[in-house]
């Protein structure tokens, strides 16, 4: 099977990408629609002791157990406290299911490829480059695209 990444560079510019997009701070980040299963207003958390700094806890979603891991900590972003409109998003990537915390989620869109670069070197030196697929255009809107692959993999670590 083909790496994520060439995947996504090899059809960048034929492929019409839906994606879901949401809040941290001030900047905008999208994930493919098909590695979301669910979004969610912000439940208890339960916290595991010893656990990385970015990993808020855990919740019992209808049954399930699911790890919770807060995104402003693991891309090193000052936290912002949570309100009425923090959400957990709940993405499944191969089978791992694990939620996000994120300050909103605000709508879905589509994306043509030709319309996502490179990320820009200035954006990488922000956020780990592993976590990030490229910069998608919209309009007068510039929105990071997230690699959930390896951010669930370095969480696993």
Known sequence: MANVNERFQDNIDED???????????????????????????????????????????????????????????????????TDE??????DIEGTVIGLVVDSVSEVIRLQGSSIEQTPEIISQKINAEFLK???????????????QNIINESAM
């Open 86 to 91: 923090s959400r957990v998003v709940v993405v």
């Open 16 to 82: 019409l990408h839906q994606l879901v997009i949401f809040n941290l701070g001030l900047e905008e980040f999208g994930v493919n629609i098909m590695q979301v299963q669910e979004i969610i207003r912000m439940p208890e958390i339960t916290r595991i002791p010893r656990s990385p700094d970015y990993v808020k806890g855990v919740i019992n979603l209808r049954g399930k157990i699911i790890v919770v891991m807060d995104l402003d900590k693991r891309f090193g972003m000052p936290q912002k406290e949570r």
């Open 134 to 148: 490229g910069v998608g255009k919209l309009e007068d809107r510039l929105l990071i695209l997230l690699d959930l």
